[in-house]
């Protein structure tokens, strides 16, 4: 069983979650990710991020939004699911 690790950043601008490196079979990975006081900002994926029904999520875009976004990795692909706008 895998050891979690999260981490947190607020959106200045449109992003994208790159390829990760270093993934660990079973880990878990959790983000959190903040509209700024802009909002609007949207979050691009990788195709090492993988969601239900091949959709990626679309983040929430209301200034100040949270949603976190959580990852179960196989070494090779990070498995996702969204819980959206928790401001």
């Known amino acids: 069983e895998g050891t979690p690790l999260g981490l947190g950043a607020t959106q200045a601008g449109n992003r994208t979650l790159d390829a990760p490196t270093n993934m660990a079979d079973g880990f878990t990975y959790i983000l959190r990710v903040i509209q700024d006081g802009t909002g ?3 979050l ?3 195709a090492a991020y993988k969601f239900a ?11 100040g939004a949270i949603d976190i976004l959580t990852f179960v990795s196989d ?3 990070m ?3 969204i819980q959206k ?3």
């Not at 029904?53 to 200034?63: E, I, L, M, N, Y």
């Open 40 to 42: 609007t900002r949207t």
């Open 44 to 46: 691009a994926y990788n």
């Open 79 to 81: 498995y996702g699911v």
């Open 75 to 77: 070494g090779s692909s």
């Open 53 to 63: 029904g091949g959709a990626d999520p679309v983040v929430s875009t209301a200034v």
């Open 85 to 87: 706008a928790f401001a």
